[in-house]
């Protein structure tokens, strides 16, 4: 399982970034997928203002994903087309940081174990209450409130 930002140690943290960029090419090299905007602040000692705005940009160039206001996911070249990495690499940091209890449904888990009849279209996640969409670009909520993500787009 991909661990977060917080694991990082504390004491090379600060001597790595100057940007944000480096922050992510830090996270990236310890193999680090997913990060939080309170993270960042604590490495990055910018206003709030400043910190928004690195992000935005970092955004609009592709380099990461907002699932979800505050949590940020590092898109790897070879996902940027896609626009976010496979949700299997950050669902359970995601879930983490919304402090929600979930399982990934039955037809995904099973196509994960390969135990599936066929490749299921949708990454399902189902959890104990509604949130909003939660992953970049190309998510559906079905009618219970759980979390659809197009399979094809995903594993693209």
Not at 74 to 102: H, K, N
Request: aromatic share 8%; net charge positive; glycine share 6%.
């Amino acid at each position: 399982m991909l661990a977060s930002a917080n694991e990082l140690d504390e004491k090379t943290v600060p001597m790595l970034i100057k940007s944000m960029t480096a922050f992510i090419e830090a996270l990236k090299a310890k193999g680090l997928y997913t990060f939080t905007q309170a993270e960042a602040m604590n490495t990055d000692k910018r206003s709030d203002i400043a910190l928004e705005a690195a992000l935005r940009r970092l955004k609009q160039k592709g380099r990461i994903a907002n699932p979800h206001r505050g949590f940020y996911v590092i898109v790897p070249v070879e996902y940027r087309e896609t626009g976010c990495p496979p949700a299997s690499w950050f669902i359970d940091a995601l879930m983490r940081f919304l402090r929600q209890p979930y399982y990934v449904g039955i037809l995904s888990a099973a196509a994960i174990h390969g135990a599936a009849h066929q490749q299921p279209m949708l990454f399902q996640v189902e959890k104990r209450r509604p949130i909003r969409s939660a992953v970049a670009r190309y998510t559906q909520r079905d009618r219970r409130g759980g979390i659809l993500i197009p399979r094809a787009q995903v594993t693209a």
